[in-house]
């Protein structure tokens, strides 16, 4: 079975930082750009990020940028989203998602939830 | 920065048509994706490409795209359609823009 299985959510101070991990399992991720995508609960998906199947490329949303950085290890089949000077409004569930290049987003990771609180 | 926007709402009797509509400027230029999700579930992709399904969605999801307004139409509207629906464009500047999303009430 195709899976993305993401990890590394929590509590975390505003300030702080956190690695977020997405593994696929029976999935290649090397094949595919791989995005972020988070949810505060009850509300909407909002994009954070993309790298494409080499990592050479990054694309972040202005909210995110200069904060976060995505990146990949094809030998772990794995790829991260290295968050610092995380803030209140960071706080959500955060998806992985694969895409073929083609602009939509199949499949998803079930999510992994961050909370930034003191 | 580019704009979806969705009804908040959209309620059907079992059996009839949902038709939840997308609107952006000159989107049917691009090409608009939809998404279901179930309460506590991720995303599930359930139209590509304007109108496209990805396997193991039934037929009864259908999409349109022109002008101001893309729309995803499910047909024969069952009480597991019910859910939260999205859609996602993928912007000229490289960003990937959603929808505010439907909850769609059977």
């Known amino acids: 079975e195709v899976q993305l299985l993401e990890s590394g959510g929590g509590l975390v101070k505003p300030g702080g930082s956190l690695r977020l991990s997405c593994e696929g399992s029976?999935?290649?991720?090397?094949?595919?750009?791989m995005h972020w995508v988070r949810q505060v609960p009850g509300k909407g998906l909002i994009w954070v990020a993309r790298v494409n199947t080499d990592g050479s490329s990054t694309t972040y949303a202005d909210s995110v940028k200069g904060r976060f950085t995505i990146s990949r290890d094809s030998a772990k089949n794995t790829m991260y989203l290295q968050m610092n000077s995380l803030r209140v409004d960071d706080t959500a569930i955060y998806f992985c998602?694969?895409?073929?290049?083609?602009?939509?987003?199949?499949?998803w990771g079930q999510g992994t939830l961050v909370t930034v609180s003191s | 920065s580019y704009v979806l926007t969705q009804p908040p709402s959209v309620s059907v009797a079992p059996g009839q048509t949902a038709r939840i509509t997308c609107g952006g400027n000159n989107i049917g230029d691009k090409n608009v994706h939809w998404y279901r999700q179930r309460p506590g579930q991720a995303p599930v992709l359930v139209v590509y490409d304007d109108n496209d399904r990805p396997s193991g969605i039934p037929e009864r999801f259908s999409g349109s795209n022109s002008g101001n307004t893309a729309t995803l139409s499910i047909t024969r509207v069952e009480a597991g359609d019910e859910a939260d629906y999205y859609c996602q464009v993928w912007d000229v500047n490289g960003d990937h823009i959603f929808g505010s999303g439907t909850k769609v009430t059977v």
């Open positions: 998602a694969s895409d073929r290049g083609t602009g939509w987003f199949d499949p």
């Open positions: 029976g999935f290649t991720l090397s094949r595919y750009w």
